[in-house]
Nanobody, 121 residues
Framework: QVQLVESGGGLVQPGGSLRLSCAASGSIFSSYAMGWYRQAPGKQRELVALITSSGSSTNYADSVKGRFTISRDNAKNTVSLQMNSLKPEDTAVYYC??????????????WGQGTQVTVSS
């Protein structure tokens, strides 16, 4: 069964850094663009970063530009998110999945559990 497992979250002070990792099962990982998404309590899930299937191009939400970096290793079926200069408004559960999200359930069946990022002093 295909599966997505996120890790690396935790509690960090404003201005700090975290690196998130996503491990995907299956043999079709390299065929899809991948994204990191986040969802804060009471808010809808939003895309924060995406990377093309080959890793040749990336895009970021305006709120994280210059602070977050997405990368992938297709040989290992992993995608990472380096988060620097973290702000309290970055607090959310972070998920990885294919892009666009409209095909996510068809490709991986469901969203993973995500990993909690809390930015607070």
């Amino acid at each position: 069964q295909v599966q997505l497992v996120e890790s690396g979250g935790g509690l960090v002070q404003p201005g700090g850094s975290l690196r998130l990792s996503c491990a995907a099962s299956g043999s079709i990982f390299s065929s899809y663009a991948m994204g990191w998404y986040r969802q804060a309590p009471g808010k809808q899930r939003e895309l924060v970063a995406l990377i093309t299937s080959s890793g040749s191009s990336t895009n970021y939400a305006d709120s994280v530009k210059g602070r977050f970096t997405i990368s992938r290793d297709n040989a290992k079926n992993t995608v990472s998110l380096q988060m620097n200069s973290l702000k309290p408004e970055d607090t959310a559960v972070y998920y990885c999945n294919v892009y666009p999200p409209t095909i996510a359930t068809r490709v991986f069946g469901s969203w993973g559990q995500g990993t909690q990022v809390t930015v607070s002093s």
